[in-house]
Every structure is written in C-alpha cells, then in structure tokens.
C-alpha cells in the first residue's frame, strides 16, 4: 500500500489540496447556511438542503451535482458544542496533513467520500431488487437512503485515524479533565460498535462506507514484518547469542585459572616478557615465571 500511494504520489501529487480541513469546515458553514435559509423560509423539507443531499435516485436522474455537494451536508444541528467540534476537527485534519502528508491526507478524505457514495447507491440497488419500491416510490426512497448520509462518520474517522497516529496526546475533555486521546477514541469505537449492531441496514451501511478507509489505511501500513515468523525466528537467535556471549569470559590468569567472574575488583594485564599472548591476575603479574 505504501508502494503504492507513493507511485501516485508522484503522478498526482501536484493536484492535491493543501489544507483540505478549512474547505471542509468552509463547506460545512455554506450547508448550515443554507439550512438556516430553509428554516427562516419555512421550507425544511424540500427546501435548499434537499437539492444537495445524497440522493441516489436523484443523481440517476441527472442531478450529478449531489455526488459532490452532500460534502457541506451539515453532520448535526448549530451550536456551540457543534462549534468547538469543529474547531476541533480541523485542528485534528491539520496535524494529521502534517503528520501523512498533503497528498495522503487528501486520499484518505476522499476515499471515505468515494466510499460514501459507493454505499448509498449500493443500498440504493439492495432495496430495488427486494422489491422496496411495490412499497414506495423509487423517488421516495431515494430520499429515504439520502437521510442517512453525511460527513459525520468520516469526521469519526479523522479523530479515530489522529488517535492511532497519537494515541498518548492529552485533550481537555469538557475544557478541565485531562484524558488521553486514545480512551476517548476507544469509546467513540465502542458507541459506534453499538450502533452498528443494534442499528438498521442504513446504519450499517453508512458506518461501513465511512470507515472503511481507515480500515484500510491502518492495516495496509502497518508494518508485519516485524510478526513475521522469520523476523521473530532471527530476534530470538540474536537473543540466545547475546546470552552465549555473555557467558563467556574475556578474562584468564594462565596461572591461577581465575576469571572476571571471580569478582569484579579483579584485574588482568598481559606480560609484554613472555612470548606468546599470556594474560595474567593482578596477583600473578609479577609473581610468575616468564614464558621464553
């Protein structure tokens, strides 16, 4: 995988977008404004919002605009806990542009993108062929299959990926409690878990699209060989050579036979008299009978 992003790379590096984070959090400020519209002009249900969403139907039909322009779909109703989210999102996007690299970076939100798309009009088909339209219209549950659908798992799956990259980095949870990234990434794993399984197949599906980037960025680089079992094979006969080596001795008195291990205040000098290579303890330096 890594190969094989750095060969695009260097193909497509020069089109990817700097700081994607702030367009993104731009995109979301135009989709709160248009949602505001809707609500100030009493059109909530098929005001401004509705000719952007996610709608497979539509899009079939010629609206090819929405395969790009469910982006700015809000991910929840304004405030201020929804501001600091988003403050917080881009702080996260910009560090991890850092961290991966502009090009990288812009994969892996696209991707989720792509990913999002593919699994609206997939469901889209599953509903078709199980004969959902005898019930509704196929325009009805277009919309339907477009409720579902935002940015909110792939904002997940920005804090997700910056907590696996950071997992001890400590944020200030309600602005007083210090917690570690990776506890907070672990609950918001756990609640999504819950969703999935007790969630229905829009729910599902959605999460799926979502995340499957990250899914796919996390263990396409992360590096096995070291589990490999020659890997393991060559650490543990590294280790049984370390302890062969340690055992044995550096030192020993041609006299006496003692060695280092007989006390560490112990030490040993070669006789520059004797012919030949004869090591000698401190008590037999100039005790013994040189070798001619």
Known sequence: MNNFLNKLERKFGRYAIPNLSKYIIFGYVLGYGLTMMDK?????GNGLI?????NPYMILHGQIWRLVTWIIMPPSSLGIFTIIMLLLYYSLGTSLERTWGTFRFNVYIFGGMLFTVIGAFVLYLCYNLAGYTEVYTAELLG????????????????????AAEY?????????????????????????TLYGFFTGTWEVKVVIIASLLNLAIFYF???????VSPAEIRRRQTYKNELKR??????????????????GD????????????????CQDHLFTHEHVK
């Open 143 to 162: 919309s339907f299959i477009a409720s579902y659908f935002s940015t909110y798992y792939i904002n997940m799956s920005i804090f997700l990926a910056f």
């Open 40 to 44: 100030f002009s009493n059109n909530s």
């Open 245 to 262: 080596q340690s055992s044995i001795t550096k030192h020993k008195c041609a006299i006496c036979g003692r060695t280092e291990k007989d």
């Open 167 to 191: 997992p001890n980095m400590q944020l200030m949870l309600y602005f007083i409690i210090p917690i570690k990234i990776k506890w907070l990434a672990l609950v918001e794993l756990l609640i």
């Open 220 to 226: 396409s680089t992360r590096n096995y060989k070291r």
């Open 50 to 54: 509705s000719f952007i969403s996610l």
């Open 265 to 280: 205040d112990l030490e040993f000098r070669f006789c520059s008299k004797c012919n030949g290579n004869y090591e000698y």
